[in-house]
């Protein structure tokens, strides 16, 4: 422990000049990779398999020196293997990294998570991640030994991982991890254009660390005012930096209050049995968000020694388990249902939430609506109770008799609020869909005023974009075609963006089910995301998704493609994974919140990306009000400009008669998953009915139940599609998987279509040059789809 405590006080020493950071130095010594202190990783109880991380050992507090090609390990104090340091999990500073997973009884409309924010990727590092897959395969490992062993970087023994840093280093499994990966450019980051915000060296140094040389609107708009001690609420559009608008100024609270290594928080000799007062509460409405709020606040901190300890509580892990972090919490993010679990059946957890400096709840509008309200409800009526306590400090009721927290500053933010949560505060139904309409800027701070208990009267209400809460990069677009047509024009818009990531959205956990295998078996790299699938396959699916198709160098590995995720709205909030280039809206979503905040996965921190709404003729009429809704103010303001009064979504015009060709390519994969799925879906219903039939003490026959089944009534024409589908034999569907693959290997001919025609003819040499035939499944080019 006290060598725990020295090492952190020696780095602790590094403050910079504000502006620029610096390097620095300390009494660490140059060590063989052999002798650190290697700690064997814990593995957390929900792991049965472990997965891949039995056998895996970490080092913290250990600096990786890279001069040219060399590298060294410097480490405060080497010792043998036998006698790794005291580690401190418990303790202010250590990392809360265990992977307590996603949840599958979160709601199925809940949003997910995102990634980095960190520019790039450390080069000279050991990475995090490379430990989590030391078991996925002899081959891939070999492969990365052999890249590293070409970069020059340390050889790593199996099972062994070097994390960054001395804090927060414990093994990160969530699929956020990589937001805590930090920019190398650190070194270089200008930060002076954060010198208005008046931050100590310290965060500026952190800032730098991420390698970002500026602050986004909201913060620039948000953090002195934050850090001047007012409540807030702030509004701005998808992918802006709302998540350090909010935690930059709370670390930065919790750097002041410890500074020294004197003065930690409320605990002192006995902090292990004393619960510590948190400097922050986060609410999230989702554990995908919260994992990824923590990551984010985590990859901040990195470089701060000491640094505060953030901890997520959702579900995934035991409530004892959690409650023991908490004792040492400084920052807290959770979700309403797991934080009430453990904080309602903790007196002295209540109580120490009690005397927070700060209460945030992210995602405003949809944490106060839908079936987080319940739970963040009790959450917020239990945290304004008074209670005496020698830690937390006593106030006074105002003229009102309402009691006033003057400790605690509240902070809320969302790119929208919507009528729903209007409907929830004022606990009254609303008029026939006016749910899915925006709230104003006064209706939003009406609602918001009633429920939360800011300090002062009047919380300062910020939107820096009142006018869209649409990205600036973000380009939209609608696509009409037939109801039945959907999955053809799905497939035709994937083929036009060959290498982009895509995010399609669907309304329907079925709907995920039924085209990500659609898709897999036309040879793309669809992954799917819904809130039924094991905690497990979420987290692979959003790990590939989040790492397929990456460019080194503006070039993409031979063969490999850009992911598309296929998910419910569970990942419609907060998912930051960076690089996605199109959401598409295979379904039209129900709702204009929902419209900006799944557009918003994409064209994120100033990137560009394109938004396509997939619309029945039905659908369309009702889709362009929904969106046009969504760009009122814009189109407002725009009058006042005197430009044009509505705002139009773009038609998107595909080549008609391209499209039709995909259509054989289409129907056999289309044959091919309809038949798999309804072997597997028979499997478990005959397993089903034989369990049902033998609990019963009845003959099961199953040429009986498929007779029945032919009867007639609700549902028969679907099981009668399904047991046909059922009815294709192995030796038949190989049969069309060859037809498929035969397809597949030729391109479709873009030279014939009816553009060409009216173009003056098709120039057959050209279009069989290379970089025609490179393009993607098409021969010949292909217009765009409509955008400019
Ligand atoms: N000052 C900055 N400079 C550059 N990038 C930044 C800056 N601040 C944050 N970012 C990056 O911008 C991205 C979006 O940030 P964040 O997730 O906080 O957005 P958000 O406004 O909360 O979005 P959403 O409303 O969709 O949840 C992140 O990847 C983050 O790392």
Redesign the pocket.
């Known amino acids: 422990m006290d060598l725990y405590k020295k090492k952190r006080k020696v780095q602790g020493g590094s403050a910079t000049k504000p502006g620029k950071r610096r390097r620095t130095s300390g009494p660490k010594k140059a060590v063989a990779a052999d002798l650190l202190p290697w700690k064997t990783v814990e593995v957390p109880e929900m792991f049965d398999d472990a997965e891949g991380f039995y056998g895996l050992e970490e080092v913290s507090g250990v600096k990786v020196v890279k001069s040219g090609n060399q590298v060294a390990f410097h480490a405060a104090v080497a010792s043998s293997p036998s006698a790794p340091p005291e580690a401190a999990p418990e303790t202010a500073g250590a990392g809360d990294d265990e992977f307590d997973g996603f949840d599958d009884d979160e709601p199925d409309t809940a949003p997910t998570p995102?990634?980095?924010?960190?520019k790039s990727k450390p080069k000279g590092s050991v990475k995090e991640k490379e430990g989590k897959r030391e078991k996925e395969g002899k081959k891939e490992k070999e492969g990365k030994k052999k890249k590293k062993d070409k970069k020059g970087e340390p050889k790593k023994e199996p099972g062994k991982s070097i994390l960054k840093n001395g804090s927060q280093d414990k093994l990160d499994s969530s699929p956020f991890s990589a937001l805590q990966e930090v920019s190398d450019e650190a070194e270089e980051t200008d930060v002076s254009n954060w010198a208005p915000l008046d931050l100590s060296p310290r965060m500026l140094s952190a800032v730098a660390t991420?390698g970002?040389?500026?602050?986004?609107a909201?913060?620039k708009a948000t953090i002195p005012q934050i850090i001047a001690g007012h409540d807030m609420i702030g509004k701005?559009?998808?992918?802006?930096?709302?998540?350090?608008a909010f935690g930059i100024p709370i670390v930065e609270k919790w750097l002041e209050e410890n500074s020294s290594e004197d003065n930690k928080g409320a605990g002192g000799d006995d902090e292990e049995e004393r619960q510590k007062i948190p400097t922050a509460l986060i609410l999230s409405p989702t554990r995908e968000l919260a994992h990824?709020l923590t990551a984010?606040l985590k990859a901040l901190c990195s470089s701060l020694s000491p640094c505060p300890y953030v901890c997520s509580v959702t579900g995934g892990l035991s409530v004892h388990k959690q409650q023991r972090q908490l004792r040492a919490a400084d920052i807290v993010i959770g979700t309403p249902g797991r934080l009430w679990e453990v904080m309602s059946s903790s007196g002295s957890l209540l109580n120490a939430f009690r005397g927070m400096k700060f209460l945030v709840v992210d995602?405003a509008d949809r944490l106060l609506s839908e079936g987080h309200f319940k739970e963040a409800s009790e959450i917020l009526q239990a945290l304004d109770r008074q209670v005496i306590s020698r830690d937390v400090p006593r106030e006074e009721d105002d003229e009102d008799g309402d009691t006033k927290l003057h400790h605690r500053q509240t902070l809320v933010?969302?790119?929208t609020f919507n009528k729903s949560l209007q409907q929830k505060l004022a606990s009254k139904k609303g008029g026939k869909g006016s749910r899915f309409d925006l709230m104003s800027t006064e209706e939003s701070m009406e609602y918001l005023l009633k429920k939360l208990n800011f300090r002062s009267d009047k919380p300062k209400f910020l939107d820096v974009n009142p006018v869209s809460q649409m990205a600036e990069g973000l380009q939209e677009g609608l696509v009409e075609c037939g109801a039945m047509e959907k999955d053809l024009y799905l497939y035709a818009l994937l083929m036009h963006h060959p290498n982009a990531r895509t995010l399609v959205f669907t309304n329907s956990i079925s709907s995920v089910r039924r085209l990500a295998p659609l898709l897999q078996n036309l040879e793309l790299n669809a992954l799917p995301l819904h809130s039924q699938m094991p905690q497990k396959a979420r987290l692979r699916s959003i790990e590939r998704f989040t790492a397929s198709g990456e460019e080194k160098n503006k070039v993409r590995k031979k063969g490999e493609k850009a992911g598309i995720l296929i998910a419910t709205d569970v990942a419609a909030?907060?998912l930051?994974i960076?690089a996605i280039d199109v959401v598409i809206h295979y379904h039209v979503p129900r709702a204009a919140d929902a419209y900006v905040?799944r557009s918003?996965?994409t064209a994120?921190?100033q990137a560009s990306g394109k938004s396509i709404l997939l619309c029945a003729p039905e659908e369309a009429a009702p889709t362009r009000k929904l969106v046009a809704r969504v760009h009122a103010q814009h189109a407002a303001s725009a009058l006042g400009q005197g430009k044009k009064t509505k705002f139009y979504v773009r038609t998107l015009d595909l080549d008609r008669r391209l499209v039709s060709r995909l259509k054989p390519r289409l129907s056999l994969a289309k044959k091919i998953a309809d038949s798999t799925l309804a072997k597997e879906k028979g499997n478990k219903d005959e397993q089903w009915l034989r369990s049902a039939a033998e609990e019963l003490g009845v003959e099961y026959d199953s040429e009986e139940l498929d007779k029945a089944g032919k009867w007639g009534g609700r549902g028969s024409g679907r099981r009668q599609k399904e047991a046909e589908a059922r009815s294709l034999t192995k030796g038949e569907l190989a049969q069309l998987r060859a037809e498929l693959r035969e397809l597949l290997s030729q391109k479709i001919n873009a030279g014939v279509s009816t553009r060409y025609i009216t173009g003056g003819g098709v120039d057959v040499d050209e279009l069989l040059k290379d970089e025609m035939m490179g393009t993607g499944e098409f021969l010949g080019s292909v217009g765009s789809v409509g955008f400019d």
């Open positions: 995102p990634s980095p924010r960190a991420l970002f040389s500026s602050p986004t909201i913060q701005a559009s998808t992918g802006s930096g709302k998540t350090l990824q984010h995602e933010f969302s790119a909030r907060g930051d960076k905040h918003g996965r994120r921190a």
